[in-house]
């Protein structure tokens, strides 16, 4: 059915048309939890054949949408398209990214805590072929790192939490920062600064169960 649709859709001419009816018919297959249906239509959107005006459109609306899936479906489908935009990652680098971050959140709540750091690892955040914010740069590499040292991925936390030690960080994103760079001295073995670290961290927090839980750290 699906693959009927996106064949007439692909012979209609003038581009606004084409960009609408491609993003209707994908909001109706996410609506319908239709795995079969948007895997088909991200492989047809990802072909060269489709204007990058039209594609860029239509794959932002299928980034949308699918999140809103039932899980069982989601995940197949999100994983599918990762798939297919990897070919053509500097085509579609937002889209990319954006289903990348929603499916790593997906997996970390399942506890796939490798898998979720691996995602987050591969989100191009210095291609240059798009602007990213610092801020945003340091809370995917914090994620990154939480993700990795979760799964014991010592030297790839590693890798992240000295990618976001020099980025702009709001206050809660650099207690987070802090507490990976904390667990990171400590797998270091570097004992008097981790006392030193979550003693500061207790110091730096107004609330009693976060404070008592960074001074049980520390001893």
Request: glycine fraction near 2%; charge should be negative; aromatic fraction near 8%.
């Amino acid at each position: 059915m699906a693959e009927q649709q996106l064949a007439k859709i692909a012979e209609v001419s003038d581009a606004k048309q084409k960009t609408d009816q491609y993003k209707s018919l994908i909001q109706e297959l996410a609506a319908a939890n239709n795995v079969a249906g948007l895997n088909a239509s991200i492989d047809a959107l990802v072909q060269e054949s489709v204007a990058l005006v039209v594609s860029r459109q239509a794959i932002q609306q299928f980034a949308e949408s699918i999140p809103t899936m039932k899980h069982d479906a989601f995940v197949p489908v999100a994983e599918h398209a990762l798939k297919a935009l990897q070919a053509r990652t500097i085509s579609f680098e937002e889209h990319f990214s954006t289903i990348s971050e929603k499916l790593a959140h997906v997996y970390l709540a399942d506890g796939k805590f490798r898998e979720a750091g691996d995602l987050l690892a591969g989100i191009p955040l210095d291609s240059g072929q798009r602007v990213v914010d610092d801020k945003y740069k340091a809370a995917i590499y914090v994620l990154t790192a939480e993700a990795y040292l979760k799964a014991g991925a010592w030297s790839d936390a590693d890798k992240a939490v000295n990618r976001a030690s020099s980025l702009e960080r709001d206050a809660d994103l650099n207690q987070r920062f802090r507490v990976c760079f904390a667990a990171m001295l400590d797998y270091k073995r570097k004992y008097l600064d981790v006392i030193r670290h979550y003693f500061e961290l207790a110091k730096a927090t107004d609330n009693e169960t976060i404070r008592s839980q960074f001074i049980d750290s520390a001893v």
